[in-house]
T-cell receptor, first 113, second 114 residues
Framework: ETGVTQTPRHLVMGMTNKKSLKCEQHLGHNAMYWYKQSAKKPLELMFVYSLEERVENNSVPSRFSPECPNSSHLFLHLHTLQPEDSALYLC????????????FGQGTRLTVV | GENVEQHPSTLSVQEGDSAVIKCTYSDSASNYFPWYKQELGKRPQLIIDIRSNVGEKKDQRIAVTLNKTAKHFSLHITETQPEDSAVYFCAASPSLGGSYIPTFGRGTSLIVHP
């Protein structure tokens, strides 16, 4: 285990549903990320939170809404998704101010039907 | 922003051969270059990294080289084994107002045939 835990591991949702993905890190890091992994774009950065403030929003549609209540937790709220949003969503964390590796969670496999 | 190109997208080798994966980056401010390995169904994990004050780094069968002038860096795996089969990602991290946000290449699927 890398200290980054994501739940759920698998999620199937309809286009009208609302669901949330959760990420928790126990590494004492203060930067957290959401990545989308699909066949088209293997590791696409979505959002970055540094010291609980969003510092990067990589042109992500508003149907994805991130939330970072504290430095250990990161959520991705989903609503009215499209089938093309089906992908593996990976959370990662790192230590702000020090250029070191990112630790990834196991990911949530999302299927939109 | 940073742009990282990675080649090849697929690499097939025989067990015991060497494998080389190459990446280029665009932002001269990038100063940290990690390589991640992602096995099927698993998360990406760091295997080796290099910083801009170093030209080469080696860890057993894997090595990474960096050419800052040309803005390219490479991963070298010698004496490949079937368990090296995975997707490998390079990344470059420039500083963005004190934040280091890694930008990843598109990945290389390495297949090692026994």
């Amino acid at each position: 285990e890398t200290g980054v835990t994501q739940t759920p591991r698998h999620l199937v949702m309809g286009m009208t549903n609302k669901k949330s993905l959760k990420c928790e890190q126990h590494l004492g890091h203060n930067a957290m990320y959401w990545y989308k992994q699909s066949a088209k774009k293997p590791l696409e950065l979505m959002f970055v939170y540094s010291l609980e403030e969003r510092v990067e929003n990589n042109s992500v549609p508003s149907r994805f809404s991130p939330e970072c209540p504290n430095s250990s937790h990161l959520f991705l709220h989903l609503h009215t998704l499209q089938p093309e949003d089906s992908a593996l969503y990976l959370c990662a964390s790192s230590q702000e101010g020090v250029n070191t590796e990112a630790f990834f969670g196991q990911g949530t496999r999302l299927t939109v039907v | 922003g940073e742009n990282v190109e990675q080649h090849p997208s697929t690499l097939s080798v025989q067990e015991g051969d060497s494998a080389v994966i190459k990446c280029t980056y665009s932002d001269s401010a990038s100063n940290y270059f990690p390589w991640y390995k992602q096995e099927l169904g698993k998360r990406p994990q760091l295997i080796i990294d290099i910083r801009s004050n170093v030209g080469e780094k080696k860890d057993q069968r894997i090595a990474v080289t960096l050419n800052k002038t040309a803005k390219h860096f490479s991963l070298h795996i010698t004496e490949t084994q079937p368990e090296d089969s995975a997707v490998y990602f390079c990344a470059a991290s420039p500083s963005l107002g004190g934040s280091y946000i890694p930008t990843f290449g598109r990945g290389t699927s390495l297949i090692v045939h026994p």
